[in-house]
């Protein structure tokens, strides 16, 4: 399969601490990438550099052949992210939200009513359309922020512990838009400490430890989620998280 994003030699240093160290990764069209790591490993700094939001030190960051440092602005209409910051406007509707956001990747007419609308139902969001963000719960505006990150179908999608507000029934609504999007359109980034969740959804899983790749494998060469526990313990030298 075709790559879609490739990190060569990428290191991030806030001042004299470095916090990631000389990544290199190729991730493939198609996969669905876990990344793991104890509590500041460097994974959001990983995700924030992979999705334009963070420049690396040194090091370069392609998306599909783009170089992230030189084009940012073609690279940002093939990502959507979600993480704990839901990016949406509090004085806007859920569904005004989602229409400006359609309109700055430049979806206009029916074709944008009609995703709004199926959006909103897939995240279960329909009955709430017509009210501000501001009246919504945590959970609800992680929902919307949902939908707005898939907003522009995007081919690439980061999701930053994306389970962060959601209660039961949510998690399973969010599992299933996430496994209705279609591989072959879709590849995904996933930074969880869920390693349950990890086994069964994702098929490839990278472990981060102080800055460095320290395990990186299809995850059909694990045999469940308890092998993958031990891995994971075995490869973290804290692993306070878990
Ligand atoms: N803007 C910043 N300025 C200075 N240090 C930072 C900044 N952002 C992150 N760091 C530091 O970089 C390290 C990695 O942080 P990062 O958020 O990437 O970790 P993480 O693996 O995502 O952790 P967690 O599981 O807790 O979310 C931490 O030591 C953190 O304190």
Same mark, same amino acid.
């Given at each position: 399969?075709?790559?879609?994003?490739?990190?060569?030699?990428?290191?991030?240093?806030?001042?004299?601490? &470095?916090?990631?160290?000389?990544?290199?990764?190729?991730?493939?069209?198609?996969? %669905?990438?876990?990344?793991?790591?104890?509590?500041?490993? /460097?994974?959001?700094?990983?995700?924030? +550099?992979? *999705?334009?939001?963070?420049?690396?030190?040194? !090091?370069?960051?392609?998306?599909? !052949?783009?170089?992230?440092?030189?084009?940012?602005?073609?690279?940002? *209409?093939?990502? !959507?992210? +979600?993480?704990?910051?839901?990016?949406?406007?509090?004085?806007?509707?859920?569904?005004?939200?989602?229409?400006?956001?359609?309109?700055?990747? /430049?979806?206009?007419?029916?074709?944008?009513?009609?995703?709004?609308?199926?959006?909103?139902?897939?995240?279960?969001?329909? /009955?709430?359309?017509?009210?501000?963000?501001? =009246? %919504?719960?945590? !959970?609800?505006?992680?929902?919307?922020?949902?939908?707005?990150?898939?907003?522009?179908? &995007?081919?690439?999608?980061?999701?930053?512990? &994306?389970?962060? /507000?959601?209660?039961?029934?949510?998690?399973?609504?969010?599992?299933?838009?996430?496994?209705?999007?279609?591989?072959?359109?879709? =590849?995904?980034?996933?930074?969880?400490?869920?390693?349950?969740?990890?086994?069964?959804?994702?098929?490839?899983?990278?472990?981060?430890?102080?800055?460095?790749?320290?395990?990186?494998? &299809?995850?059909?060469?694990?045999?469940?989620?308890?092998?993958? #526990?031990?891995?994971?313990?075995?490869?973290? #030298?804290?692993?306070?998280?878990?």
């Amino acid at each position: 399969m075709d790559s879609i994003l490739s990190l060569s030699n990428v290191s991030k240093s806030y001042g004299n601490f &470095p916090v990631l160290k000389g990544i290199d990764l190729d991730i493939r069209k198609g996969e %669905f990438v876990a990344i793991l790591g104890s509590n500041g490993a /460097g994974k959001t700094t990983l995700v924030k +550099i992979m *999705s334009t939001l963070s420049s690396p030190s040194e !090091g370069v960051v392609e998306i599909s !052949g783009h170089n992230v440092a030189d084009d940012p602005a073609s690279v940002r *209409s093939m990502i !959507g992210v +979600i993480s704990h910051e839901t990016h949406l406007y509090n004085d806007l509707t859920a569904e005004e939200n989602l229409r400006f956001f359609g309109k700055m990747y /430049g979806i206009r007419g029916d074709g944008l009513e009609d995703r709004i609308n199926e959006l909103l139902e897939q995240v279960e969001l329909s /009955g709430r359309s017509d009210d501000r963000v501001v =009246t %919504f719960s945590r !959970g609800m505006k992680q929902r919307l922020s949902i939908a707005r990150s898939l907003i522009h179908e &995007p081919q690439l999608l980061f999701l930053d512990e &994306p389970y962060t /507000g959601l209660d039961q029934h949510a998690s399973r609504t969010f599992e299933k838009v996430l496994q209705d999007l279609d591989p072959k359109d879709t =590849t995904r980034v996933m930074v969880t400490h869920d390693l349950i969740r990890t086994f069964q959804m994702c098929n490839r899983v990278v472990i981060l430890d102080h800055g460095r790749i320290v395990f990186d494998s &299809p995850m059909s060469d694990v045999g469940s989620a308890e092998e993958l #526990k031990e891995i994971y313990i075995s490869n973290v #030298k804290s692993h306070s998280s878990i």
